[in-house]
């Protein structure tokens, strides 16, 4: 087998230095609608952080060495440059809580694509990491078109003074079509997340709780030297066959009430997933 040969300036491993362990298991919490979004209803903010909270326990409590924070509840998502200052200062005084009442590692996803306000959130909430969909190149989404962040976003971490924040890149991003790279194979994208200094790198399904192959998932985390994650899919069933490839899962739909997306996470759940997984 021919090594993989890194194409950018190693940068520690992500996973091991902020969990403390190279085979993790991360936990999103998705928040409800944040003020300025369609599903908002009025009312203040105290649902929202009251919901978060709870699903953050949930996910702790059950054994979760982590936690992404997400603005899935905006949905419809806008893209980077139409979302307001008031979707980043909730999601920071959120992620603060969550982080200071649960002393583990959190990070911050802000859709769609939004790193420069998820970094600003990261900074403001001492988050360790970002996790950034389109980080390099470009792609049809959703949204219409994206376009990758990384040096917009570098250059704003850069005069935060805040180069501690690690970067988590989807490669190949779901939700989208990917005909404007399809040009060049899924490994040459992978490593261009690394050349444009992620620190770990993202396999996805085609959509929100759709499983990779694993195949697929081998071929993004063997074309690069970053530490590699799954980002959608993974359940009780796959769960161990993804970290052997691997060296942690992102988790969220299998593990929220009847296993939907927008339901509370649901403790037995997690306690049941995480008994399943042999590490």
Same mark, same amino acid.
């Given at each position: ?138 792609? #049809?989404?959703?949204? !219409?078109?994206?376009? &990758?962040? @990384? =040096?917009?976003?570098?250059?704003? /971490?850069?005069?935060?003074? $805040? ?37 770990? #790198?993202?396999?996805? !399904?085609?959509?929100? &709780?759709? @499983? =990779?192959?694993?195949?697929?998932? /081998?071929?993004?985390?063997? $074309? ?54 042999? /590490?």
């Amino acid at each position: 087998m021919t090594e993989t040969k890194p194409v950018a300036e190693n940068r520690g491993h992500a996973i091991r230095d902020i969990f403390g362990r190279t085979k993790a298991v991360i936990g999103v919490v998705h928040l409800l609608a944040l003020p300025g979004a369609p599903h908002h209803r009025g009312g203040g903010v105290e649902a929202i952080t009251d919901r978060a909270m709870a699903d953050a326990e949930a996910y702790l409590a059950g054994g979760c060495d982590g936690l992404i924070v997400e603005n899935h509840g905006d949905i419809p998502f806008a893209k980077p440059d139409d979302i307001g200052p008031e979707t980043a200062s909730h999601m920071a005084v959120i992620a603060d809580r969550i982080r200071r009442q649960s002393g583990r590692p959190i990070g911050i996803n802000v859709l769609a694509n939004a790193a420069i306000p998820a970094f600003a959130i990261a900074c403001a909430a001492q988050a360790a990491f970002v996790r950034v969909n389109q980080w390099a190149n470009a792609y #049809v989404a959703n949204e !219409g078109f994206v376009e &990758g962040e @990384a =040096a917009r976003a570098l250059r704003y /971490r850069a005069r935060l003074r $805040a180069d501690g924040i690690r970067v988590f890149a989807d490669a190949h991003v779901k939700h989208g079509a990917h005909a404007i790279t399809g040009d060049r194979p899924v490994e040459e994208l992978a490593r261009d997340v690394e050349f444009f200094d992620a620190d770990a #790198v993202i396999a996805t !399904g085609q959509r929100t &709780g759709h @499983a =990779a192959d694993l195949d697929y998932i /081998r071929t993004i985390a063997g $074309a690069t030297t970053l530490p590699s994650l799954v980002g959608s899919g993974v359940t009780p069933e796959n769960v161990n066959a993804i970290l052997g490839v691997v060296d942690a899962v992102i988790v969220a739909s299998t593990l929220k009430r009847d296993g939907v997306w927008w339901n509370p996470v649901d403790p037995a759940r997690v306690r049941s997933f995480i008994a399943g997984i042999d /590490r």
